[in-house]
C-alpha cells in the first residue's frame, strides 16, 4: 500500500510541476501576464491565480474556479465533522458527569461545528496579515510537529517496549 501511495505523491509531484514550469515560460514569454508592476520572484504566490484569472478563456477558468472551490469545501467539510467529532466525544463527552441523550448529543455537534466554522472563517480571513510565502510557512507550521511525534513513536516502540 504504501508502494502505491509513495507513487501516487510522486506522480501528483511531477505534475504540479509541469504546470510550474509551464507557468514560468509562459509569464517569461507574455510577461504583460504580471500584475501591475509585479516581479516574477516576489510575487510568486500570485502567479498562478492572475493566470486563471486573465490568460484562461472565460470558460475555463470558471470550470477552474468551481473545481478549486468544490475541492477547498469538501477538504473544510471533513475537518471540521473530525474536529468536530473529536472535541464532542474525545473532550466533552469524557469531562461529562452524566450520559447524555441522542439528541442532546446532536445538538452539542451542531453547536460546536458552528463554533469551529466561526473560528475557520476567523482566521481565514486573518491569512493577508501572513508575511512571505503561505506554502513556505504552512510547510514550517505543519513540520512543527514531526520531530515530537518520531520521539513519541520512537520511544513507543523501542524504548518503551517490555
Not at 511525534?149 to 524504548?159: D, E, H, K, R
Amino acid at each position: 500500500m504504501l508502494i502505491y501511495a509513495l507513487s501516487a505523491s510522486a506522480l501528483a509531484l511531477f505534475l504540479v510541476s509541469l504546470v510550474g514550469l509551464a507557468l514560468l515560460t509562459y509569464v517569461r514569454l507574455e510577461p504583460s501576464m504580471l500584475a501591475d508592476g509585479g516581479r516574477m520572484m516576489s510575487d510568486a504566490d500570485q502567479l498562478f491565480p492572475h493566470f486563471i484569472a486573465y490568460g484562461l478563456p472565460t470558460g475555463v477558468t470558471g470550470i477552474v474556479l468551481a473545481g478549486l472551490l468544490a475541492a477547498a469545501m469538501s477538504s473544510l467539510s471533513s475537518g471540521v465533522n473530525s474536529s468536530c467529532s473529536v472535541i464532542t466525544v474525545d473532550f466533552l463527552d469524557r469531562f461529562r458527569r452524566r450520559e447524555q441523550s441522542d439528541s442532546s448529543r446532536v445538538k452539542t455537534a451542531k453547536v460546536v461545528s458552528i463554533l469551529i466554522g466561526v473560528v475557520v472563517v476567523l482566521l481565514s480571513s486573518l491569512v493577508g496579515l501572513v508575511e512571505g510565502n503561505l506554502l513556505e510557512i504552512a510547510y514550517k507550521v505543519c513540520n512543527l510537529l514531526t520531530a515530537p511525534l518520531f520521539g513519541l513513536f520512537f520511544m513507543a516502540l523501542f524504548v518503551c517496549s517490555t
